[in-house]
């Protein structure tokens, strides 16, 4: 089992992954099917290491949105028929680099 530093650490590794594909931009992204995936696909991983950090870290570090990236996770992998590339580009140009800058100040508090 994966302790609580090792998901952060998953985190920003999928974070990493994420951006090495977005750079490429919003048209690239609608337009490339293997770019979609290998996104939703690392944010699905972000969702899981999210909701399986214990509560006391997250109680720690309450500036990260847990549920809500739990709760999109869910939807990524559960309502899959649903997911918006809309919504999804949203949250990688605007909330993922919120949250990469919390998990690096994280990363440096542990």
């Known amino acids: 089992m994966?302790?609580?530093?090792?998901?952060?650490?998953?985190?920003?590794?999928?974070?990493?992954?994420?951006?090495?594909?977005?750079?490429?931009?919003?048209?690239?992204?609608?337009?490339?099917?293997?770019?979609q995936t290998w996104?939703?696909?690392?944010l699905q991983i972000i969702g899981e290491a999210s909701r399986a950090t214990s509560e006391e870290f997250k109680a720690k570090y309450p500036q990260v949105l847990w549920l809500k990236i739990a709760d999109f996770r869910n939807l990524l992998?559960?309502?899959?028929?649903r997911v918006d590339l809309g919504i999804v580009w949203q949250i990688v140009e605007h909330e993922l680099p919120k949250l990469k800058e919390q998990i690096n100040d994280i990363l440096r508090d542990i």
């Open 77 to 81: 992998v559960h309502e899959y028929f």
């Open 39 to 42: 996104i939703i696909h690392n």
């Open 2 to 35: 994966r302790n609580d530093s090792e998901r952060i650490r998953d985190i920003r590794e999928c974070i990493e992954k994420i951006e090495k594909y977005s750079v490429r931009g919003k048209k690239e992204f609608y337009e490339d099917e293997l770019i």
